[in-house]
């Protein structure tokens, strides 16, 4: 294990991008392993008085090098796969997944958690630690350390087989969005669609050496034709082909379908459940969470449905109108409603998301970014240096009265071979080190900030930069709000530091609450510049934003409540053996909230990756969880702007910082909440801000 020779087993500093190959990546996690492994059976032999610093310590320093290895991994399978890269992950995940089931399975592990927990030094521990302590025993139960000796390799070897399941149907959605073209030779066919977008197209046709326009199914393709085209053919055409890539209804590449993937999903996580004592998987991923029970999430979905509907019926009922009697368009269907809303909007509110989109230039976008949150929280943001996986990936520092607390990657743009959507990522975690000359010094937290947007374009011989919708501003907010989460923390405990800990339906309170700031006057006027005058957002198209803020809000409602509704039924009341399709579920979901269902042949669930391949299996609901906390939050600052005069209140920052960002999972969510607000949330706020108060 010679650390010159593989970058993977450098733990000194940030990871060595530019050094790491696929080969590389066997021999490390076979080294680390090995390591884990070692230490873990010294752990179990050990017959002293179990303590923090003899036993916790050293399990958590060996597992995290494993885990910020297999982390550097798996970041680069999602942004820059490769078919070699692609086969290394796979060969190795399969020896990851035992591992840590093995660990969560080992009874005497289990067993010197809880004698550490009711040992005479527990008392005395800190509220983080005893937060540590206790989720331990919580995840050795949640991990089959109780399943008897018959029962172990069954379950070992779902988690094995849910760990591929999981990966093949992300690698179904990127190896079809990756393969979808759709070429356009006639510019007149193109009507409607903005200048960027059909330069973006042009551009794409020429790195093919091929003449007319190109389309794919990266969102910044995509999805402006649905917005903008003027050709109902072309519409639908693109919305198929996105509706219903890695699915039965995508014939050509059948290798693709996501059908069974899901359903063996399904099985296995029921199964899961079953052997560790549950009635459903709904009821194991709500144990961590802030939520008591699935029957408590359905009702907060089916009452928040309910509020929603009236005011989603009404916004239906205005794009039929406007539809038939504005467009001609007598028979709405999913592939018009996109392009029938914005000219809507632009008729009602006098502006486009178009034209908005001017004004949001990549590098004023990001400066005020840095700006709220460096008003907010009395930090500063300065670039930094580091390694890199693309020659786009950019490198910042977050420091604290001159000192370093935590550094960030940010990766913004859409390209081949990186997982569509946005997200963030943990690369290192904070907690207290031992240092060389002996003293306890501070391992800063380090994250990833990946994003989906258009690329900057050269046209006529010059480099433009990349602009962004409101949307993607809003989206690029909410991502550095899971960053801010993760590097503020002040918690020293790896295990809660940060986002780690944390209730996963409170995980997304920092995100949305941050995406608020990006409908303040008070930000935008300072990180807005046109495209050609270089003027800021005039007041009066902010005006006319702030009109439409809440346009559609019903429809976009009862959207997340259908998705959260579908993920909490399949894996609560459904039988994955019996005879209804996760098809029907779908169906029965839509039937009960949607107003205006999609057509048959849409197959969304097939890339609903949150909760097929990510963390949100039965935690759908999380967003709108949050939101009511996010929501409730933010409005402690507009009282604060009511008083001062600004909503980037620095004293309410201050406070926000000190009693969420802060503490990372350190104490329950709902404790943070409290201590930032004085009370309980209240859904008031999430209502008033969707525009759906009484």
């Known amino acids: 294990m010679n650390i010159a020779l593989n970058p993977l087993l450098d733990f000194s500093d940030l990871p060595r991008f530019e050094a790491i190959k696929p080969e590389y990546i066997g021999p490390a996690i076979d080294g680390l392993l090995d390591e884990c492994r070692n230490v873990v059976k010294e752990l179990e ?42 086969a290394a992950y796979n060969e190795n995940q399969p020896k990851i997944t035992e591992f840590w089931t093995e660990l969560s399975q080992n ?73 979808y073209a759709l070429f356009v030779e006639d510019e007149a066919e193109l009507a409607g669609l903005p200048d960027d977008a059909k330069q973006a197209a042009r551009a794409a046709t020429e790195k093919d050496g091929k003449p007319g326009y190109k389309f794919t199914l990266h969102f910044p393709s995509y999805f402006p034709v649905l917005q903008y085209a003027d050709s109902r053919k072309l519409r639908e055409t693109i919305y198929r082909a996105n509706a219903t890539k890695a699915s039965d209804q995508a014939s050509d590449h059948p290798e693709w379908d996501n059908t069974q993937n899901i359903v063996e999903i399904l099985k296995l996580r029921d199964e899961e459940a079953k052997l560790l004592g549950y009635a ?75 034209e908005v989109k001017q004004y949001f230039p990549e590098d004023k976008v990001v400066a005020g970014l840095f700006r709220t949150i460096e008003t907010l929280f009395s930090v500063a943001i300065k670039p930094d ?49 031992a240092t060389t000359s002996g003293k306890d010094g501070i391992q800063t937290p380090v994250a990833y900030l990946t994003c989906n947007f258009t690329e900057p374009m050269t046209v006529n011989g010059k480099l ?73 957002l005039p007041r009066a198209l902010y005006d006319k934003m702030i009109a439409a803020k809440n346009f559609q809000s019903g429809l976009q409602t009862l959207r997340q409540v259908e998705f959260a509704l579908f993920d909490m039924h399949i894996h609560h009341d459904v039988d994955p053996a019996g005879t209804q399709s996760v098809q029907d579920v ?3 979901v839509r039937a009960q909230v949607s107003v205006m269902p999609p057509p048959a042949f849409n197959r969304f669930q097939h890339s609903f990756s949150h909760i097929f391949a990510g963390g949100y299996a039965a935690g759908y609901y999380s967003y709108k969880w949050a939101e009511v906390l996010s929501a409730d939050a933010y409005g402690a600052f507009e009282e604060a702007g009511k008083a001062e005069g600004n909503v980037l209140s620095r004293n309410t920052g ?17 404790e943070s909440f409290k201590a930032f607000r004085g009370r309980e949330p209240s859904i008031d706020a999430l209502l008033r801000h969707s525009g759906m108060a009484a």
């Open 45 to 86: 032999v050990r017959s002293a008085q179990v303590t923090w610093e003899n036993f916790v310590e050293p399990l958590e320093d060996v597992t995290e090098k494993l885990g910020r290895a297999w982390g550097i991994v798996g970041h680069l399978n999602a942004v820059v796969d490769t078919p070699e890269l692609r």
């Open 107 to 179: 009874l005497t592990l289990f067993t010197k958690y809880k004698a550490l927990q009711l040992g005479p030094d527990y008392a005395g521990y800190s509220p983080a630690r005893k937060k540590i302590i206790e989720n331990a025993v919580r995840d050795f139960r949640l991990g089959g350390a109780e399943l008897s000796d018959e029962q172990k390799p069954r379950f070992a070897e779902i988690q094995e087989k849910l760990a591929a399941l999981q990966t093949k149907f992300s690698e179904n959605i990127l190896d079809a969005t990756n393969d």
């Open 280 to 354: 459903n998987y709904a009821e194991v991923s709500l144990v961590p969470k802030m939520a008591q029970s699935p029957a408590e999430v359905i009702a907060f979905l089916e009452d928040l449905a309910k509020r929603a509907r009236p005011y989603a019926e009404k916004d239906l009922q205005e794009l039929r109108d406007f539809a038939a009697g504005e467009l001609g368009i007598a028979d709405l269907q999913a592939w018009d409603a996109t392009y029938v809303s914005e000219k809507l909007r632009e008729q009602r509110y006098a502006f486009s998301e178009q």
């Open 385 to 433: 240096r580091a390694p890199v996986w693309h020659k786009d990936v950019k490198f910042f520092r977050i420091e604290k009265d001159g000192k370093l607390i935590g550094q960030f990657y940010l990766d913004l743009y859409a390209r081949n071979g990186k997982r569509g959507g946005a997200w963030m990522d943990d690369a290192r975690g904070r907690r207290r080190i």
């Open 464 to 536: 433009k930069p990349a602009y962004f919708t409101h949307d993607e501003v809003i989206t690029l907010f909410h991502e550095f709000g899971h960053g801010l989460h993760h590097m503020l923390t002040q918690v020293d405990e790896l295990g809660v530091s940060g986002i780690s800990g944390v209730e996963w339906d409170a995980v997304e309170l920092p995100s949305q609450f941050l995406e608020n700031f990006c409908w303040e006057w008070d930000v935008l006027q300072n990180m807005t510049a046109h495209a050609e005058t270089g003027q800021p």
């Open 586 to 588: 779908l169906d029965q």
């Open 654 to 670: 201050a406070r926000f910082l000190q009693e969420i960002l802060a503490m990372g999972g350190s104490r329950p969510a709902i």
